[in-house]
């Protein structure tokens, strides 16, 4: 694994804006969306369309681990960056997930518990670049890889 590049100076201060801008757009949420049995079919579904992904598309280990269904040998293809949590799935590669990056998709599984169906338009609009993403930044940059430890 090659080491992960330092970002850019003040990239904290922008993470810490992203983060106070998604909690300002959560109030104008209804709160019957939010943790709410709504939401939680939301999670259910997207764990559904990951099991579907990941039955399809993964030649690897599928395993439990971390409260994920970890589905390993995905082509490069169908996920970005090092993999993708869609509801309570980890669809990934060949190599197999450090505690860390479980952790941090473990608090996307969390996420998706909570904003349910809003989850993949909310992380959309949040952008693409993980240093501004908020659902990024709250689920660790450093077990996520996206900083070196300590930065």
């Not at 922008?14 to 209804?30: H, K, L, S, T, Y």
């Amino acid at each position: 694994m090659s080491p992960i590049p330092a970002p850019e100076p003040g990239w904290a201060e922008r993470a810490e804006q992203a983060v106070a801008r998604g909690r300002r757009i959560d109030r104008f949420i209804p709160a019957a969306l939010l943790d709410s049995p709504i939401s939680h079919a939301g999670a259910v579904y997207g764990t559904a369309v990951g099991w579907v992904w990941g039955a399809i598309w993964s030649t690897g280990r599928i395993e439990r681990r971390h409260g994920l269904w970890v589905f390993r040998g995905m082509p490069k293809r169908t996920f970005r960056r090092g993999g993708v949590c869609v509801g309570c799935c980890f669809l990934t590669g060949d190599d197999d997930p450090t505690d860390a990056v479980l952790r941090h998709e473990a608090v996307h599984a969390r996420q998706w518990r909570r904003y349910g169906f809003l989850m993949p338009v909310l992380y959309l609009l949040a952008g693409r670049d993980p240093l501004r993403n908020r659902f990024e930044i709250e689920a660790g940059l450093e077990d996520g890889n996206y900083v070196p430890r300590g930065a």
